[in-house]
């Protein structure tokens, strides 16, 4: 029986979704595989075995007397989604049910992951980089892309740090506040539309897009309340029409096939008259009982163990 370790954790300020989404995860994989949670945080790796925590050794991958033969990286941000322990696997020769190191990394920064997109004619928000030394004029930044707008970290997998601004006065704050959850900050143009997300993976017949979510959300935009606090309507499947659902769902392929996508992936799309814009790829988007990718296998009639099952099949 292969032992599959459940990374989750992590350093960003979603660390209790991670190990949500690892829980469920656990709970629903077939059960010819033996699977432990690997709980990594500032203060060190630990295996979860028997409800006790025990030391993980990074160097030979293994806890106690036992080495793990398949990964599965379930850390939403730092040091997972941004492809940093794939590439440690790979170094030690693990197979794991992920997306690799490079699309990884390339999806988790938003700026980067939309620019490649747009050089393929996919839509994206209108946007602006900022780094640490970059000088920030208000005026000129709202002259480009108008209000109200978005800031966003660029280089973070949270939800924090995430603002909308519709004043000037707003904007500086915005970006003071984005800066604090990573070291890059995109400021993007407001798309006004109705929001819908694809799940999309891989099966024994090839890509699959998974039944559109639509996202309505209670607040002003789908922040951390709204995506973990109930603070949205999740409707699946999305209140669009066919052609919109086709024109998402082949998108999101497209997608999954160009970036080289492994295991799951989410596609968050903002639809501006009847033009489904790419907000960004998630490549480790939430597993716990309440989030999105569930409720699409649910409404598609496929159970988690059989899902996780598909993809070992197709991964290993």
Same mark, same amino acid.
């Given at each position: ?11 960003? +300020? ?6 949500? +989404? ?55 941000? /730092?040091?997972?989604?941004? %492809? ?61 892309? %108008? ?34 959850? %990573? ?41 951390? /309340? ?25 998108? +999101? ?19 501006? /008259? ?43």
């Amino acid at each position: 029986m292969k032992t599959v370790g459940i990374f989750c954790g992590g350093y960003s +300020s979603e660390y209790e979704i991670s190990i949500k +989404s690892a829980e469920t995860i656990q709970k629903n994989f077939p059960r010819e595989f033996n699977t432990i949670k690997i709980i990594v945080n500032n203060e060190g790796w630990k295996a979860e075995v028997n409800n006790e925590l025990i030391h993980f050794d990074i160097n030979s991958m293994s806890f106690g007397n036992q080495k793990i033969d398949v990964g599965l990286v379930y850390i939403h941000g /730092d040091p997972g989604e941004n %492809g940093k322990i794939q590439a440690l696997l790979d170094m030690k020769g693990i197979p794991y049910l992920n997306s690799g190191p490079l699309a990884s990394s390339l999806s988790f920064d938003k700026w980067f992951c939309n620019q490649f997109l747009k050089s393929f004619g996919i839509p994206v928000a209108k946007s602006i980089l900022l780094t640490s030394t970059s000088p920030i004029l208000e005026e000129n930044i709202i002259q480009e892309l %108008g209000l109200p707008l978005f800031v966003k970290p660029s280089d973070s997998g949270s939800s924090y740090g995430i603002s909308k601004v519709k004043t000037i006065e707003e904007l500086l704050p915005a970006i003071q506040s984005a800066f604090r959850e %990573g070291k890059t900050v995109v400021v993007e143009s407001f798309l006004n539309g109705t929001e819908v997300t694809c799940g999309v993976y891989r099966s024994n017949e090839g890509v699959v897009a998974l039944p559109l979510t639509e996202i309505a959300s209670e607040n002003e935009f789908f922040d951390y /309340d709204a995506k973990y606090l109930g603070k949205s309507q999740e409707i699946t499947p999305a209140r669009v029409s066919e052609e919109i659902r086709e024109k998402i769902q082949s998108r +999101s392929k497209f997608i999954y096939e160009l970036m080289q996508l492994r295991s799951i992936a989410r596609i968050d799309f903002m639809v501006v /008259d009847s033009n489904p814009y790419v907000i960004e790829v998630n490549t480790t988007p939430g597993f716990s009982s309440a989030s999105i990718v569930p409720q699409m296998l649910s409404y598609a009639g496929i159970k988690l163990s059989d899902f996780w099952k598909n993809i070992s099949e197709v991964e290993l």
